[in-house]
T-cell receptor, first 114, second 116 residues
Framework: DAEITQSPRHKITETGRQVTLACHQTWNHNNMFWYRQDLGHGLRLIHY???????NKGEVSDGYSVSRSNTEDLPLTLESAASSQTSVYFC?????????????FGEGSWLTVV | AQSVAQPEDQVNVAEGNPLTVKCTYS??????LFWYVQYPNRGLQFLLKYITGDNLVKGSYGFEAEFNKSQTSFHLKKPSALVSDSALYFCAVRDRGSGNTGKLIFGQGTTLQVKP
């Protein structure tokens, strides 16, 4: 079955280190997204991509970057991890062509910055 | 600006009783509306969506939701709650306007607790 996988599922890192969270989907979806989930804030959009070589900033993009070199992958990089980036990160994907398409989520990556 | 409100942080219901999780939205045009469920330490699972047509939408696990345009609401319902329905529920909206393809705006989430 097609799916969306994230790795690592859990990570502890130190302040100032660069961290990359991987996201891989096998649906061949053009649209991919990264959200973070924090208590009291729900899910907030970090970055998104509508296709290869396309990336866009979401509402909380500061300190994060993404790249889209192929359809299947959208890695999220924290350039210099900060304690404020301790969160749960969700990757998601959807088909394009219509805003009515369902967005499907991965299982999440729990990141702790100490 | 688009927004979604889930006015209740937690909803408690006895098993076998009907449940309602409330959601109201604000968008500039006609919305696409979604409900997701999240179990502990898991990702979000899609339950149902309203795109167009019948205002009553049926989804997974016996859930349904009613779209009410005049009240800008999209409440999630289930006729008979199960203990296994206990989870965190998110309402989300996507504007149909161009330039917004794919981006969802989420509510804060409502914890549903179903007691035996």
């Amino acid at each position: 079955d097609a799916e969306i996988t994230q790795s690592p599922r859990h990570k502890i890192t130190e302040t100032g280190r660069q961290v990359t969270l991987a996201c891989h989907q096998t649906w061949n979806h053009n649209n991919m997204f990264w959200y973070r989930q924090d208590l009291g804030h729900g899910l907030r959009l970090i970055h998104y991509s509508y296709g290869v070589q396309d990336t866009n900033k979401g509402e909380v993009s500061d300190g994060y970057s993404v790249s889209r070199s192929n359809t299947e992958d959208l890695p999220l990089t924290l350039e210099s991890a900060a304690s404020s980036q301790t969160s749960v990160y969700f990757c998601a994907s959807s088909e394009d062509s219509s805003s009515g398409n369902t967005i499907y989520f991965g299982e999440g990556s729990w990141l702790t910055v100490v | 600006a688009q927004s979604v409100a889930q006015p209740e942080d937690q909803v408690n219901v006895a098993e076998g009783n009907p449940l309602t999780v409330k959601c109201t939205y604000s968008v500039s045009g006609n919305p696409y509306l979604f409900w997701y469920v999240q179990y502990p330490n898991r990702g979000l699972q899609f339950l149902l969506k309203y795109i167009t047509g019948d205002n009553l939408v049926k989804g997974s696990y016996g859930f349904e939701a009613e779209f009410n345009k005049s009240q800008t609401s999209f409440h999630l319902k289930k006729p008979s709650a199960l203990v296994s329905d206990s989870a965190l529920y998110f309402c989300a909206v996507r504007d149909r306007g161009s330039g917004n393809t794919g981006k969802l705006i989420f509510g804060q989430g409502t914890t549903l607790q179903v007691k035996p």
